[in-house]
């Protein structure tokens, strides 16, 4: 295959699983999703597990099963048969029965004490990059009072660290999602840095100076100033590409120099209230 037609086909699966993303809840067969491709069922069938490494059934139920994850631990009340019901499912133990098959816990298992390592090792699929805007803007950030849990270790881990977050804020009230900003700080890149000195903060606005507690967050604050600042839409596992061409790309040829505070992402929404690929978060490389 030569170089054009690899392009074509990248541009064309980058279209069918930005469509499967948005449509988890239709029809996602074969049939379907080669005329999205714009290919036979069976070309489709083969260049679709050429180019992920999986086929497209088990790609389509993975999707499904991986929103049905964030709606076990981020949401709230959700019952295990609504969520079931929602990932496609006829009754609760045909989906207890895939979860477990895929995660190696039953969903309500998961729920409770989630294993987010063996759960990241699913999704590591080979996915052509989809096309994203890379318009980069100049803005006056505002200081920001945070209160902030530091993550250090495995970034696989990292949804530990979310989850008591989430709970501090839930218990406090002091810095509630629904009315207040929600940030994190990255102080290194995941793909570069050993797992154990990997160095995250979850953080969310606040009012007022937080006491005390027991889940470790403290007082901290985003400072202002100028910051470049360039928008990315979908699942956070792309924001990546965004932070990579900032550095390797827009900085170079902007003529700016950085200031001595990371890289922070704003997530503007956040799962399960949103679909990942409704997702939106701003990045922001502080500038002198």
Known sequence: MNNAGAGTYNERFAKVLDYIDRNLDADLSVAHLSEVANLSKFHFHRVFSSHTGVNVHHYVQLMRLKRASYQLVFGGDLRIIDIALDAGFENPESFSRAFKRVFDQTPSRFKKSPAWKPWWAQFQINTPERPQNMNVSIVDFEETRIAALEHRGDPELLNDSVMRFIEWRKQSGLSPVRSSHTFGIAY????????????????????????????????????????????????????????????????????????????????????????????????????R
Request: aromatic fraction near 12%.
């Open 188 to 287: 290194d890149n995941p793909q570069t840095t050993p797992p154990d000195e990997f160095r995250f903060d979850i953080c969310g606005s606040v009012n007022t100076e937080i006491p005390d507690n027991g889940f470790g967050v403290i007082n901290r604050i985003i400072p202002g100033g100028r910051c470049a600042r360039i928008r990315h839409e979908g699942s956070h596992q792309g924001i990546g590409a965004r932070a990579i061409y900032l550095y390797r790309n827009w900085l170079p040829e902007s003529g700016e120099a950085l200031r001595d505070f990371p890289l922070f992402f704003h997530y503007l929404n956040l799962v399960p209230d949103v679909d990942e690929h409704e997702l939106i978060t701003d990045l922001y490389l502080p500038l």
